[in-house]
């Protein structure tokens, strides 16, 4: 670590008089899992729509890879290399978790219309490579033997995982995960516990995730950051924030700072 890739700076979101983000500023670092916690509200959601193109705030820059990413198409941030997934699953459930990871790798894919039609070399040998990684990420996310099934079919921690590989499939360098383990039990919190680590350390990803699960939180991020009323409150190492006199505030009133990592 020690390589920035993200700098969103003095970040302002406003949806007429309401300020649903106010000049917050965030580095994260290559390599780095970060976590952005905070009551409901907080504006962690408008924060991460910001960063990905569905909201553009009305002042500050968002530096990705040293370049100015403020203001530019969902699509065009996608093609820079961050991806991510959403509190609400998004899947095409009618199509099989092969397909909707196939759609995921559109904006790397050069052939044109003609091309499917009349079958080029070249598109033959594009779409050959698109399953080939297609089926790497199913197994990746352990959903290889699950290819032909229908997305809605699945189990719901499946699905999640689902999500995860169609986001992957985008070639991010930056993924931002929101909530990854809403409705979970703890065995599949724990498991995708496990399973973002592995997204970091095998294939070398930066993860940026929103999160409620202190447990997870605090276990797996070298940084975590807390929005309150729009603002950022807080920000350093897990052991730092749960010692924050203004996150416990947040959080809990006058609870003690242990019990903050009981919360969810």
């Given amino acids: ?58 002042e500050g820059r968002i530096m990705f890879n040293n370049r100015d990413i403020r203001g530019l198409r969902t699509d065009q941030i996608a093609h820079r290399g961050i991806a991510r997934t959403y509190q609400n699953i998004r899947l095409f459930g009618a199509m099989t978790a092969l397909e909707n990871i196939l759609v995921g790798m559109h904006i790397h894919l050069k052939a044109t219309p003609i091309g499917s039609i009349f079958g080029f070399g070249h598109t033959r040998r594009e779409e050959r490579e698109a399953l080939k990684e297609a089926y790497r990420l199913l197994e990746f996310v352990g959903l290889g033997d ?22 992957l499939a985008l070639k991010p360098q930056l993924l931002l995960l929101d909530e990854p383990t809403a409705g979970m039990n703890p065995q599949e919190t724990d498991e995708m516990m496990e399973f973002i680590r592995n997204l970091r350390d ?12 202190m447990k997870l939180v ?18 350093g190492t897990p052991a730092y924030v749960q010692k924050d006199p203004a996150v416990i505030k947040a959080y809990l009133g006058s609870a003690p700072e242990e019990v903050l990592s009981e919360q969810a």
């Fill in 218 to 235: 605090m276990s797996i991020s070298d940084q975590v950051s807390v929005m309150d009323y729009g603002t950022k409150i807080s920000e």
């Fill in 202 to 213: 095998k294939l070398n990803l930066t993860i940026f995730l929103i999160e409620h699960d």
């Fill in 146 to 167: 699950k290819g032909d099934l229908l997305a809605s079919n699945l189990a719901y921690g499946f699905q999640r995982r689902l999500e995860v590989a169609r986001a």
């Fill in 1 to 58: 670590m020690g390589d920035l890739l993200l700098h969103a700076m003095t970040i302002t979101k406003r949806f007429g008089g309401l300020t649903a983000v106010n000049a917050v500023e965030l580095k994260i670092e290559r390599g780095m899992i970060a976590s952005l916690i905070g009551p409901n509200g907080a504006g962690k959601t408008t924060f991460f729509n910001c960063i990905t193109g569905f909201y553009t705030p009305e």
